[in-house]
């Protein structure tokens, strides 16, 4: 099955030390595909790259386009509908417990909240592991327009600061990386940085 060529593409067949599987966003359709030709089985730590075009436009493009909110409609309906499979369920199944227990134990990580501060064109990032660097970090947040510069904190590895040009660039960024995991144990937390 053949995919319309996206913004987004999808890049599989990575080195598991490093992640699994990436998506990644094109700001035009002409750089998603040359990325695609070009890096289509690159050895990336040892292993050839699979690309392709992903499934479904990402967030950002949905935004950029006006789609999104058809989008975050349809995520409301099946979340409901399966909310009221669930409580269905539950009542079928006395005594059980609640009946997702144990899906939001295993997804979430006990973590203290960080206050979000007001928009900001700076973002502060924390629960990042100790092999974060700076490279890591500037080709995650570079795929994004106004990117300027990431700064890591001397003697701790596990904040950092990203700076934009603009709070709406910073918000569109946060939005899309939002408890990205940079390792399986180390979901990623982004604020607006403290003005």
Excluded: C, W
Excluded at 7 to 23: G, P, Q, R, S, V
Excluded at 147 to 170: M, S
Aim: no cysteine; net charge positive.
């Amino acid at each position: 099955m053949d995919i319309r060529p996206n913004h987004t593409i999808y890049i599989n067949n990575m080195n598991d030390k490093i992640k699994k599987e990436a998506f990644v966003i094109f700001k035009e359709l002409g750089s998603s595909t040359n990325a695609l030709r070009q890096l289509q089985g690159f050895p990336f730590y040892g292993k050839p790259m699979r690309i392709q075009y992903a499934k479904t436009d990402s967030d950002i493009i949905s935004k950029m386009r006006g789609t999104f909110a058809d989008k975050e409609k349809k995520k409301e309906k099946k979340k409901a509908k399966t909310v009221e499979q669930t409580a269905t369920t539950a009542n079928k199944k006395p005594g059980q417990g609640t009946p997702n227990a144990a899906n939001t134990q295993g997804n979430s990580t006990p973590n203290p909240q960080v206050p979000d501060y007001p928009p900001n064109y700076i973002l502060f990032l924390n629960n990042l592991p100790e092999e974060t660097n700076e490279m890591m970090l500037s080709m995650l947040f570079n795929q994004f327009p106004g990117f300027k510069e990431v700064r890591l904190v001397p003697g701790r590895h596990d904040i950092a600061f990203v700076e934009f040009e603009n709070d709406g660039q910073a918000g569109a960024a946060r939005d899309a990386l939002q408890g990205f995991k940079i390792t399986p144990s180390h979901a990623m937390k982004i604020t607006y940085a403290k003005k």
